[in-house]
Every structure is written in structure tokens, then in C-alpha cells.
């Protein structure tokens, strides 16, 4: 799978939009982009992921450049529920294909 | 989402003795599981991919007959760590895929913290 490069870690005010960024620059045209996210103590959770086009759900928008070489995650407004370690993952989409794990980014929600 | 549960979620055992940790995906059936290690303050670390009615792969460096996996069910996978030691302490999680489902992302359980004293 790709690499990928996440900022060690984030700040954002309660309320606000928070943006984490992503890059991929040697992303496969046959890879996708997932994002998970781990609250302290817990298992990951999904939360969206995308091939080229924008996405959008109920959690969060996840916005793809045009080269696809970089990608960034919004919450579109932050609570202190989400202050997680933010996971950015590149990988095919077939069969059962693992998930390597970076570092992340650890997002602080502030009050 | 699909729901993937872990248990026991915490426990402490003395060094020498071995430790099973159960993985159950409770609403898809699951031919695929995947089992991680997560030490303190870093990334989550893939130890083996277990299949269903077959041996488990191990990733590059992690001891097989140290962490034997057994994938009896489509529903149920197990994690035995044999002779554990201090250093085997971590938090170990597993998760799986639902292969009936569209899109392709991993249910995650909410982890099993080993201690070994």
C-alpha cells in the first residue's frame, strides 16, 4: 500500500470546522482513501473514505484533489467527542485486503 | 454499522501462562478476520489476517506459535497468547469485514487490554 504523511497533531475550537490533512502522493490509480479515527482506549472506527470524487456522510466530508496526491477529512462542526487520533489510509478495494496503520493525527477539540 | 465485539476487554494474567482472547462479528458472518497489537502511545501493529477453516497468516516478525489464531466459525475468532510475558503486554484488537456488504471498510471490536504481571 502507499505511504501516507498526516501533521503529528491538530488543535480546533469546539464548534468549528475541523480539517485534517493527508498526503498520498504515491497513491495507485486502483487505491482508495480511508479514514478511521480511534478514540483513547478503544477499537477504530470508519468513518468515510473515497476514490477520486468528493464524499460526503453523516460524520464527515472527505475532499480529494484533482491529482488525487493529497486528500482532507472535515468535521464540519466539531464537538469534544471527537478529539481522536485521526488515521488516513490508502489501499485497493478487493477481497479482504488489509489496512496498514500510520502514525495519524491526534486532534485536540478545545472547549 | 456491522458490530464486532472482543472479550474479555481486560485482563491480567502472570507471566508463563497463556490467555485466549474471542473476536465475534454478532450481525454478518465473517470469513476474514484481522488481529492487531496497539503498544502504549503508538499505531495499531497488524500481527496476522485469520480465515475461516484455514491457518492464519502471520505478518513479517510476529511468532505464530506464540499467537495462535483459530477461525472455527464464520463467526468467532480466537487469539491465544501462549507463555505470555511482560513484554507481551499491549492492547490487542480485532476486527473484520462484512463480505456481504457493498463497500469494503473493516468493523473494528473495542479492543482487549492484556497485562501480564
Known sequence: DAKTTQPT?????????????????TISGNEYVYWYRQIHSQGPQYIIHGLK??????????IITEDRKSSTLILPHATLRDTAVYYCIVR???????????????????? | GAVVSQHPSRVICKSGTSVKIEC?????????????????????????TSNEGSKAT?????????????????TLSTLTVTSAHPEDSSFY???ARDPSGESYEQYFGPGTRLTVT
Not at chain 1, 20 to 25: A, D, R
Not at chain 2, 24 to 48: C, E, G, H, I, V
Not at chain 2, 62 to 73: P, R, T, Y
Request: overall charge negative.
Open chain 1, 9 to 25: 497533531s491538530m488543535d480546533c475550537a469546539e464548534g468549528r470546522a475541523a480539517n485534517l490533512p493527508c498526503n498520498h502522493s
Open chain 2, 58 to 74: 502471520y505478518e513479517q516478525g510476529v511468532e505464530k506459535d506464540k499467537f495462535l489464531i483459530n477461525h472455527a466459525s464464520l
Open chain 1, 92 to 111: 485497493v478495494n478487493f477481497g479482504n485486503e488489509k489496512l496498514t496503520f500510520g502514525t495519524g493525527t491526534r486532534l485536540t477539540i478545545i472547549p
Open chain 2, 24 to 48: 465475534r462479528s454478532l450481525d454478518f458472518q465473517a470469513t476474514t478476520m484481522f488481529w492487531y497489537r496497539q503498544f502504549p502511545k503508538q499505531s495499531l501493529m497488524l500481527m496476522a
Open chain 2, 93 to 95: 484488537i480485532c476486527s
Open chain 1, 53 to 62: 470524487n468528493n464524499e460526503t456522510n453523516e460524520m464527515a466530508s472527505l
